[in-house]
């Protein structure tokens, strides 16, 4: 059964830090990059950070980047997203993704992802 699971997800002050991870079963995080996206109450699902098969390679969103950290540990078969400086505005569904065509030096677009997580809630909210 191929399955990813997203935990860590909650409610956290502005400026607060909040970590998501993703959990692989039926296959090896190894064999794909993978991705966090998210969607926020009557907007599309957007970008936020990419991770290639080589962990040294990742994409940020320019509105994140400085701000959150993609990572992954493959033996433990997880990503995670560490989310510093929160902002109202980053109130979303977080979900992560698989992409089988992980090894390329490029930020995959949305439809490229092979499976998906039922996504986690953050809240940044005084």
């Known amino acids: 059964q191929v399955q990813l699971v997203e935990s860590g997800g909650g409610l956290v002050q502005p400026g607060g830090s909040l970590r998501l991870s993703c959990a692989a079963s039926?296959?090896?995080?190894?064999?794909?990059?993978m991705g966090w996206f998210r969607q926020a109450p009557g907007k599309e699902r957007e970008f936020v950070a990419a991770?290639?098969?080589?962990?040294?390679?990742?994409f940020y969103a320019d509105s994140v980047k400085g701000r959150f950290t993609i990572s992954r540990d493959n033996a433990k078969n997880t990503v995670s997203l560490q989310m510093n400086s929160l902002k109202p505005e980053d109130t979303a569904i977080y979900y992560c993704?698989?992409?089988?065509?992980?090894?390329?030096?490029?930020?995959?677009?949305?439809?490229?992802?092979?499976?998906w997580g039922q996504g986690t809630q953050v809240t940044v909210s005084s």
């Open positions: 039926g296959f090896s995080l190894s064999s794909y990059g």
């Open positions: 991770i290639r098969r080589s962990a040294g390679i990742t």
């Open positions: 993704a698989a992409d089988f065509s992980g090894s390329g030096y490029y930020n995959p677009p949305l439809d490229e992802y092979d499976y």
